[in-house]
């Protein structure tokens, strides 16, 4: 009697902690080290349905307030429709069967492969691969994604639309961290979605943007390293879940980092913030228009932003980073860093005076560096001169564009412009 008790007791121990150890292997020890978890974080606010549009203008845009909308696009034949039988049928109404920009990886790293298919091609495999859309939504499925109603504003949609992006995959997405130079409302119509958020205005300090040419930081979002990214560990964050219907506005340079669970379907759409701010607030419809519809809008992309004076001061001070300064081989380098293997030495020479004209202007003290000081100082004339350079170069890599597609995949550099970048890049 007395030994099977004992037994008794021992089994039970032994399970127990049999279990302890199978629950930590199921469910990764390692959970606080995920980008967000094991530090303080905090909900966002959250309504029913949309937010009325003037308020959501002047409450959240203005203000820079992120807001969750839960159900607010549950009427929307998206939300309803979505099966991969009705869109594989819709593909038969496709005039030219849009090809589509997939991810190869789900775990971002800005650096993984790009494929071009048919999304009638990636409907049939995406289940069983790595493949990740990320496109603006096809011709044939725009007419069932209801315009936000809290940007229904005739102003806005007239002139302040960039670009819209259906994000699809089988679940287990994981973004880096990073801002975007926009506002945005983003609903799900398939599956989850988790969002990290941090206020810009109370950590932007603290959270190191390490690839300022794409506004991303390098963190493993898996398993942060605070030796290495020790401002994450001071900071607050902001826990959001998304589940489909539901939609979240993040706004402009909030950083943020996005997971997806299960079959996932969620769609965007990205807005000029500055032009925004001079909206005709008498223009937002106080009754939403729900047979108002992406195919119905116009967006004009992200080169449009350039026309905002804002904006471009918001890209240089981007390029600063962390160290808030740059010498003009990273500045050079953050400005053509990707185009530069399409060009050839003789435009990269016309590019590099262009361009340094523009870094001397802003350097003020001419000690080849700029830093947050001398941008301060810059007057609307010199940021007049820096908006045109960048126009004109974004000209420039329009022209050279046409002779890209000849190319296929990069060809070397020059070794003299090679010599020019090496040992630059980690000096400041
Ligand atoms: C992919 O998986 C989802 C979820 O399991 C399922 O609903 C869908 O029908 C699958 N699609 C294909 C083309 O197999
Ligand atoms: C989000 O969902 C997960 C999984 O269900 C849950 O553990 C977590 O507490 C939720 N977070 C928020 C902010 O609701
Ligand atoms: C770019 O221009 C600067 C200033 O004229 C010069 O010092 C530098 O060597 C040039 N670099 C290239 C790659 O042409």
């Avoid at 932007?204 to 040419?213: F, L, N, R, S, T």
């Avoid at 940021?383 to 597609?405: A, C, F, R």
Wanted: proline share 3%; hydrophobic share 35%.
């Amino acid at each position: 009697m007395y030994n099977s008790v004992l037994t008794y007791l021992f089994l039970c121990l032994t399970l127990f902690e049999l279990l302890e150890i199978v629950s930590t292997i199921d469910s990764p020890a390692d959970e606080s080290t995920k980008f967000g978890y094991g530090k303080p974080h905090h909900l966002i606010e959250e309504i029913h349905g949309f937010a009325d549009a003037k308020q959501f203008l002047q409450n959240y845009v203005f203000t820079l307030t992120p807001l969750k909308m839960t159900k607010a696009v549950t009427s929307s034949r998206a939300y309803s429709l979505w099966g991969d039988d009705y869109l594989d049928s819709m593909t038969q109404h496709s005039p030219d069967n849009d090809k589509i920009t997939v991810e190869t990886i789900k775990k971002e790293n800005r650096r993984e492969e790009v494929l071009e298919m048919d999304f009638s091609k990636f409907l049939k495999i995406y289940n069983g691969t790595e493949y990740y859309m990320v496109n603006s939504v096809p011709s044939f499925l725009r007419k069932d994604v209801t315009f936000p109603c809290s940007i229904q504003c005739e102003d806005l949609i007239r002139n302040d639309l960039v670009e819209d992006v259906m994000w699809f995959s089988s679940g287990g997405t994981k973004s880096v961290v990073h801002t975007d130079s926009v506002d945005n409302i983003i609903c799900v119509y398939r599956g989850e979605k988790t969002f990290i958020m941090i206020d810009p205005s109370l950590y932007k300090d603290q959270v190191d943007m390490d690839h300022p040419e794409g506004a991303y930081s390098g963190v493993d979002v898996d398993n942060v390293d605070y030796t290495v990214y020790p401002g994450l560990a001071e900071i607050e964050y902001y826990h959001v879940n998304l589940s489909a219907g539901d939609c979240l506005f993040i706004p402009y340079k909030w950083i943020h980092q996005v997971r997806s669970y299960n079959s996932n379907i969620a769609v965007n759409i990205w807005w000029n913030h500055h032009s925004s701010l001079n909206l005709d607030l008498t223009s937002c419809t106080s009754e939403c228009d729900p047979d108002l519809t992406l195919e119905e809008v116009q967006f004009h992309g992200f080169g449009d932003l350039i026309g905002s004076l804002a904006a471009v001061r918001d890209q240089i001070e981007g390029f600063l980073g962390i160290r808030k300064k740059t010498d003009y081989t990273r500045f050079f380098q953050l400005i053509l860093g990707g185009e530069l293997q399409f060009l050839d030495s003789a435009e990269i020479k016309d590019m590099n005076s262009t361009l340094f004209e523009m870094f001397d202007l802003l350097d003020r003290d001419k000690n080849g560096i700029v830093n947050m000081e001398e941008l301060k100082m810059a007057t609307d004339e010199d940021w007049k001169k820096v908006q045109h350079t960048l126009q004109e170069i974004d000209n420039l890599l329009d022209g050279v564009e046409g002779e890209v597609e000849e190319l296929d995949g990069g060809e070397e550099l020059d070794d003299d412009i090679n010599d020019f970048f090496t040992n630059t890049r980690d000096e400041l």
